[in-house]
């Protein structure tokens, strides 16, 4: 077996940690999720999943990781419950299936990129996205994008994942500060707020069936959680790490990233008077397309913008493959660069029917959110709360200034409210999905 690499700094833990969860989810699935589901009712669910869900079970993720050091499927036989594993294994599919899709959307970034340098978007930018994104050069640029993340994972942890993640974080959130001010001066701009940051309670309450469980895989898909990436980036951390000091900086930060995307897309919505709820899977790319052949230098800032969500993509997609990567090759003879280009073929396949049918990419989604990241964070929950509490709280106390209250309320959260909040989401995410498939005529339960 490999000697186990760790990360050379804390900081280089957190900037890897934020790499992976601030990634596309925050700058394409969020708007997309949040449109489909009334804005600000979606907004208000979302925050709420985020900090009574999200943030608990990260730590969950952090304390198998830690203390396992094992890659997130091995890490249950570590723990002494090997039939747990199954928890790691639904993770570690997810993490290929998720990827399979993602590698798609990559691929569409890339070509805005090339889009940027020679203005292709700048004329109809809704028309451009119904273009490009499906078809054979949509394969083509699926294909690029998972050879890029082949090649950093290849190279291992310290050397591809720590170095790329330093540079994007900084520069995401400059940017996208900059053009959400951009964004507050055009017309109709405050249309767009009053959608995004003035909910209804009504439409919370009559459309909770649909927005729970988009709400739930949202905070999961973008915090990186059910994927086995925390367990397995934690598995590399020191013994002295504050877990819910470095778990509360990525929660936070992460969710900034997403609210920020919210503040630059909605203006541009309305002004270009997309109906948010139409805009599908190219809500993100049809307005910062349409914003960028309006604005100043729009080649200039187009090309820096998709550069940088180039690098967001590409270090949570390394995240992705290092999953898979790392169960593989602590449990094969196999080198690291053979499997991570056996992986990534493998992912790539599964992607080729999303690159070329719309639909197939919206199922793809649908199934992760409503069922898969449900399924995988459920189980570590039950794990954690009911099979080994001790184990759990003795680690989450290891490292500074972790107070047995907050272990104690930690555990409690474990033991119940994720459980419950995610079987609830799990029931409703059924029926949403049958209600999608056609079997169902509408919502039953809560509706
Ligand atoms: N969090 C990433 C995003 O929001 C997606 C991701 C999920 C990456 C799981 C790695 C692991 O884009």
Same mark, same amino acid.
Do not use: C
């Given at each position: ?25 925050? $700058? ?12 600000? +009712? ?56 998720? !990827?399979?899709? %993602?590698? &798609? ?15 292709? @978007? ?25 050879? !890029? ?23 995401? &959130? ?18 767009? %707020?009053? %959608? @995004? ?6 439409? $919370?309450?009559?459309?909770? +069936? ?39 900086? $990525? ?65 949570? +997609? ?10 593989? &090759? ?12 056996? =992986?990534?073929?493998? =992912? ?8 070329? %049918?719309?639909? @197939? ?15 995988? #964070?459920?189980?570590? +929950? ?5 099979? @080994? ?19 104690? #309320? ?38």
């Amino acid at each position: 077996m490999a000697e186990r690499e760790t990360w050379e700094t804390r900081l280089g833990f957190i900037l890897a940690a934020v790499g992976s969860a601030v990634g596309l989810g925050n $700058i394409w699935g969020f708007p997309f999720q949040a449109g489909q589901n009334g804005g600000a +009712a979606f907004l208000v669910v979302y925050l709420a999943v985020v900090f009574l869900i999200g943030f608990p079970a990260i730590l969950m993720e952090f304390v198998v990781g830690r203390r396992s050091r094992r890659n997130p499927i091995d890490a249950f036989r570590e723990l002494g419950h090997g039939a747990w594993a199954i928890a790691g294994i639904v993770g570690t599919f997810t993490a290929f299936w998720v !990827l399979s899709f %993602y590698s &798609v959307i990559g691929g569409w970034v890339l070509r805005y990129l090339g889009g940027s340098v020679t203005g292709a @978007y700048f004329g109809d930018a809704t028309a451009y996205f119904n273009a490009i994104s499906t078809g054979p050069e949509a394969v083509a640029l699926h294909a690029v994008f998972m050879l !890029l993340v082949v090649g950093i994972v290849a190279f291992g942890v310290e050397d591809g994942i720590e170095r790329s993640a330093k540079v994007m974080v900084p520069s995401i &959130v400059v940017l996208l500060f900059g053009l959400g001010i951009w964004a507050s001066t055009l017309s109709n701009a405050g249309a767009g %707020y009053d %959608y @995004y940051l003035s909910p209804n309670v009504d439409v $919370i309450v009559d459309n909770i +069936a649909s927005i729970l469980p988009s709400a739930v895989g949202q905070a999961f898909f973008t915090l990186s959680l059910g994927m086995g990436a925390m367990i397995a980036y934690s598995s590399y951390l020191g013994r002295d790490d504050s877990l819910p000091r470095d778990g509360g900086i $990525i929660v936070i930060f992460n969710t900034l990233v997403g609210l920020l995307a919210g503040f630059v897309v909605f203006p541009i919505l309305f002004n270009l008077g997309i109906d948010p709820g139409r805009g599908g899977s190219g809500t993100a790319f049809k307005t910062l397309g349409g914003a960028f052949g309006q604005i100043p230098s729009g080649k200039l800032v187009g090309i820096v913008f998709f550069f940088v969500l180039l690098l967001a993509a590409l270090s949570s +997609a390394i995240s992705l493959l290092e999953v898979v990567t790392s169960f593989a &090759v602590e449990n094969t003879s196999y080198s690291r660069p053979a499997v991570a280009v056996g =992986v990534g073929t493998l =992912v790539f396949l599964l992607g080729v029917p999303s690159a070329l %049918y719309s639909d @197939y990419l919206t199922w793809f989604n649908l199934l992760a959110y409503d069922l898969f990241l449900p399924a995988a #964070v459920l189980l570590l +929950a039950l794990f954690l709360g009911w099979v @080994y509490p001790h184990g759990a709280v003795d680690e989450l106390r290891q490292g500074t200034a972790v107070s047995a209250t907050f272990s104690t #309320v930690w555990l409690w959260f474990v033991r119940i409210v994720i459980p419950a909040g995610i079987l609830l989401t799990l029931v409703l995410g059924v029926q949403e999905l049958l209600v999608q498939a056609g079997v169902l005529e509408s919502a039953i339960l809560l509706s």
